[in-house]
């Protein structure tokens, strides 16, 4: 079992919809919790970041976090062509510790 | 500000060969790390180097090396390629002053293996 598990998807929305995206993960010690939206021949650029449990927000997009049920998710309101991308969920356990990603969300907003 | 450069962007070896690839951090930023991204295993933690000393290090076999200069800059190393090592190499730097920073990717070296 891999330590984040996140649907790769495929995932495609119409303009303007809400989306979710989603990642579980096993270890309770991470602390860290991290969005990343990739562009295709991009690297990664962080989105969001959140510190234990709680909700952030940011513009259109909002992040959750779960510790007790050791579950993240992002939220896109208003989704946009734009937003179509891959998006990655990460996290770490602080102290300079190496990050762990999810395997990735491709999102496809149709106009 | 430049972002974090790596060079060269793409890169085709055989079996056998080895190669080294090249990331430029943001001008003081004194973290680089390495992942290997591939479409079935997404990224993967290769190691991390702070003030040219490797301070993490992932799950990979000693064919993957790496190092950091003065100068932050930084170089990994594949030597005896396999068709498994074809993937996207990214680097991102971070300042790495407080317990968490936030990363900065570059647009990474596709690796072919044949």
């Known amino acids: 079992q891999k330590e984040v598990e996140q649907d790769p998807g495929p995932l495609s929305v119409p303009e303007g919809a809400i989306v979710s995206l989603n990642c579980t993960y096993s270890?309770?010690?991470?602390?860290?919790f991290m969005w990343y939206r990739q562009y295709s021949r991009k690297g990664p650029e962080l989105l969001m970041y959140?510190?234990?449990?709680g909700n952030k927000e940011d513009g259109r997009f909002t992040a959750q976090v779960d510790k007790s049920s050791k579950y993240i998710s992002l939220f896109i309101r208003d989704s946009q062509p734009s937003d179509s991308a891959t998006y990655l969920c990460?996290?770490?356990?602080?102290?300079?510790?190496?990050?762990?990603f999810g395997i990735g969300t491709k999102l496809q907003v149709i106009p | 500000k430049a972002g974090v450069t790596q060079t060269p962007r793409y890169l085709i070896k055989t079996r056998g060969q080895q190669v080294t690839l090249s990331c430029s951090p943001i001008?003081?930023?004194?973290?680089v790390s390495w992942y290997q991204q591939t479409p079935g295993q997404g990224l993967q933690f290769l190691f991390e180097?702070?003030?040219?000393?490797?301070?993490n290090k992932g799950n990979f076999p000693g064919r993957f090396s790496g190092r950091q200069f003065s100068n932050s800059r930084s170089e990994m190393n594949v030597s005896t390629l396999e068709l498994g090592d074809s993937a996207l190499y990214l680097c991102?730097?971070?300042?790495?002053?407080?317990?968490?920073?936030?990363?900065?990717f570059g647009p990474g070296t596709r690796l072919t293996v044949l």
């Open positions: 991102a730097s971070s300042l790495a002053e407080t317990s968490h920073n936030e990363q900065f």
């Open positions: 270890n309770s010690a991470f602390q860290y």
């Open positions: 959140t510190y234990s449990s």
């Open positions: 990460a996290m770490s356990f602080g102290g300079y510790q190496k990050v762990t």
């Open positions: 001008s003081g930023h004194r973290s």
């Open positions: 180097y702070f003030s040219e000393t490797q301070r």
